[in-house]
């Protein structure tokens, strides 16, 4: 979490050797072998309300559904976890 992000997040730069939907290494193997899929976000939203619905769903025995959710939301779909209509998708 970052507390100075602003509420719209901020636009990420692609770190050396990421391009497109790939990111650089190790992390892309260390992905690749775990199995994930992750695609660089292009925005580094503001965490407030993913942080907010984390603490939320932990509170409802739910923490598990709901990091996965967001996981996929921002690492697979790119999504803005920054709003609020997409952490409601989330959620659901």
């Known amino acids: 979490m970052r507390p100075d ?7 990420r730069m ?3 050797g990421e391009s497109g939907d790939r990111l650089s290494e190790p992390l892309r193997s260390q ?3 775990a199995g994930l899929i992750m695609r660089p976000p292009t925005l ?3 965490s407030m ?3 907010e619905a ?3 769903a932990q509170q409802k025995g739910r923490f ?4 996965k959710a967001a996981y996929r939301a921002l690492w697979e779909d790119r ?3 920054g709003n609020l209509d997409v952490i409601k998708a989330v959620a659901d």
């Not at 992000?5 to 636009?11: A, Y």
């Not at 598990?64 to 990091?67: A, D, I, Q």
């Open 49 to 51: 309300y993913s942080l």
């Open 44 to 46: 580094t939203p503001n």
């Open 14 to 16: 692609p770190r050396p």
């Open 54 to 56: 984390t603490e939320y």
């Open 79 to 81: 999504q803005d976890l």
């Open 5 to 11: 992000t602003p509420k719209e997040g901020t636009l």
């Open 64 to 67: 598990m559904e709901f990091h």
């Open 31 to 33: 992905a690749e072998k």
